[in-house]
């Protein structure tokens, strides 16, 4: 199975495996089976990782996203291009390993008509397409090369037995027997006429119930006076006759040519590729097209990761760790604990005290060995996040850590998992949108992590001005984004369609939420918050002594109550304002939001109003005149 299917993130970005590592990003690519364009596979964008080549398309990405592990990659072909053929890397997958024995054997994939004569109850590896066998045609002919008459082949003879030793007719008027080359060139020729016609012609027959077509009859015929043209002059004979009244070859019937025009041509003489080539096992060849550019980058980097074939660390052991002996050196293999006795065991303080010598050595080791030089680095970034990690791990259990320090070691283990940077996208005309794009997809993902929680934290709702911040914060001052990329970035969500939208206020104020967030949500959980009776500990500006009206809120309160800050709380309750579910009360302790109750209040004086008057005109029907 070489097509896998994709799965992708909430950013529709493929979802990478532990230890995989993003390499390489091209956009504007097409799929090829073979020499075939694959449908709904056209307009996509390549991303090459450590272990997997994926494809995900622009329409119904979850639909249309394959992925191709590079162990399954045998080798890999470059096409330059050519005029308006764009360049191509071709993929070879690996041969099964059940078919390994017959690719050291290989069997012709058509069979041959001898094939049978040898071994006819011969068994195969796999299902062999057999060839039609020699069609027999009484029209046959071949021209003689010295008086150029056309002379019949006789309907016995086969070109593929024939040899020097098979007796030849001669010529009919010049007496002159032909070359065995001539008459097999004449009878091939003959047949792959006659197979393709058969061919159609059983075609007919089978769908010939299904087809509704003419009678065969030209424009002013009629059945008395249709003619049938000979296969082999095109003369029209008349339709009683069996052989052609000028070269004498046999006639086709009726219902032959009706079953010939009943044939219907298809839209290409190629071969159909199926709808769905995810675990097609069938599949020879996968190529990349890409139209974009970016595909000598992508093509280096796909080997480089071939040669390092870093997917075989995921079922490797782990390496060995160092082992401090008792005179304060390290074990080496020969002198391993095991062999040379059971180590003691050793307890209480003395324990932990050597249990911390043994991480502060192994860190230093690590750190000694992973900045050495750019190599090491990427080699040993595994081990450097996982030290980091647990940093960030003892120090927020440490309550004698200062929150400065605690916030910088968070920082720099944030900052060791880089989203995409600008080295890993094409150079293409569109490399600045396809960084867009990806800058985008790399944001929803950051807001969308369930273990960051950025939007939770901040009530469903941030502003992108602060979003910027924090962002730009975890990448520890690498690849730092820009305000109007940012902005950009935002900008596309809509056009992307991911889970995060970006919303402008009436006083311009840009902020971030969920798609799923919409304004009655927030003003529906406004309203029942206020309808709440208050406190005891808030102010009664009102002199009401009961809570018939609810509570009153300002922007403060609103933003304590729903996690957001002051500005975005202000902006939200200003909205609600304007949609009539909310009113303004100004008091000298600032502005409050209450429900707005003078709508319904409005309606109960109307009503009341109403059946005043039909009591009065009552009245006045009631008193006499």
């Known amino acids: 199975m070489f097509l896998r299917q994709l799965d992708l993130t909430t950013a529709l970005r493929p979802s990478f495996f532990k230890d995989e590592t993003l390499l390489f990003v091209q956009a504007g690519v097409g799929l090829y089976e073979g020499k075939y364009k694959i449908p709904d596979y056209q307009d996509g964008s390549a991303y090459l990782t450590s272990h997997r080549v994926c494809y995900v398309a622009n329409a119904q990405p979850r639909k249309f996203s394959v992925a191709i592990d590079l162990k399954d990659i045998e080798r890999t072909e470059f096409y330059a291009g050519f005029l308006k053929s764009s360049p191509k890397i071709t993929l070879f997958p690996k041969p099964p390993k059940s078919t390994q024995q017959a690719i050291r054997n290989p069997a012709p994939k058509h069979a041959l008509p001898s094939d049978t004569l040898i071994s006819p109850t011969r068994s195969s590896p796999r299902p062999l397409s057999q060839s039609p066998g020699p069609l027999r045609d009484g029209n046959a002919t071949w021209i003689c090369p010295i008086c150029g008459l056309s002379n019949g082949i006789p309907a016995n003879f086969d070109p593929y037995t024939a040899n020097e030793f098979t007796p030849l007719l001669p010529c009919q008027a010049c007496g002159i027997k032909p070359s065995l080359v001539h008459i097999n060139k004449a009878a091939i020729a003959a047949m792959s006429n006659r197979s393709s016609g058969a061919v159609f012609g059983s075609l007919g027959q089978a769908r010939g119930s299904e087809i509704p077509y003419g009678n065969g009859l030209e424009q002013g015929e009629t059945n008395s006076t249709r003619r049938n043209p000979c296969p082999r002059c095109t003369f029209k004979n008349h339709r009683s006759l069996h052989t052609c009244e000028m070269c004498g070859a046999s006639l086709t019937t009726s219902s032959q040519q009706q079953q010939l025009m009943a044939v219907e041509r298809p839209d290409s003489p190629g071969p159909t590729l199926d709808t769905s080539i995810v675990g097609n096992d ?68 003395a ?60 920082d720099s283990a944030s900052a060791l998992g880089l989203v995409t940077t600008r080295d890993m996208l094409g150079s293409g005309s569109a490399s600045e949108t396809l960084y867009i794009t ?100 808030w102010p009664q500006a009102t002199g009401l002594s009961d809570n018939q009206f609810g509570r009153g809120a300002t922007a403060q309160e609103a933003a304590e109550r729903f ?63």
């Not at 104020?509 to 406004?526: G, H, P, Y």
């Not at 002051?566 to 209450?594: I, S």
């Open 438 to 537: 990806e800058l985008s997809r790399n944001l929803a993902e950051f807001l969308t992590d369930d273990r960051r929680g950025v939007l939770r934290k901040e009530g469903g709702i941030m502003s992108l001005v602060d979003l910027w911040a924090v962002f730009n914060r975890l990448r520890n001052g690498i690849e730092l984004i820009s305000p109007l990329d940012f902005e950009k970035a935002a900008i596309m969500w809509d056009s992307l369609n991911l889970p995060i939208r970006l919303r402008r206020f009436k006083s311009g104020l840009l902020v971030v939420q969920e798609r799923s967030r919409t304004d009655e949500k927030t003003i529906a959980a406004l309203v029942a918050w206020l309808k709440q009776p208050q406190n005891n500990d």
């Open 563 to 625: 996690g957001w800050s002051v500005g975005v709380a202000t902006e939200e309750l200003e909205m609600a304002e304007e949609t009539g579910a909310l009113c303004r009360d100004q008091c000298l302790d600032g502005t409050r939001f209450w429900q707005n109750l003078f709508a319904t209040a409005s309606k109960e004086i109307k009503s009341m109003q109403t059946k005043d008057e039909m009591g009065f005109d009552e009245l006045k029907r009631e008193l006499p005149n």
């Open 282 to 349: 069938t599949i020879e060849t996968i190529k990349f097209s890409f139209r974009e550019g970016g595909v000598s980058t992508f093509l280096d980097r796909l080997k480089t990761a071939l040669v390092q074939r870093k997917w075989l660390l995921q079922s490797a052991p782990p390496v060995p760790q160092p082992v401090n002996s008792n005179n304060g050196g390290l074990l080496t293999g020969s002198e391993h604990p095991s062999r040379s006795g059971t180590p003691q065991r050793v307890v209480g303080i």
């Open 351 to 410: 324990g932990l005290e050597r249990r911390g010598a043994e991480l502060r050595q192994n860190n230093q080791a690590v750190i000694g060995t992973a900045f050495e030089d750019l190599e090491a680095l990427m080699t040993s970034a595994k081990e450097v996040i996982a030290m980091a990690e647990q940093f960030a791990k003892q120090n927020n259990t440490d309550s004698g850590v200062s929150p400065e320090a605690r916030d910088i070691l968070t």
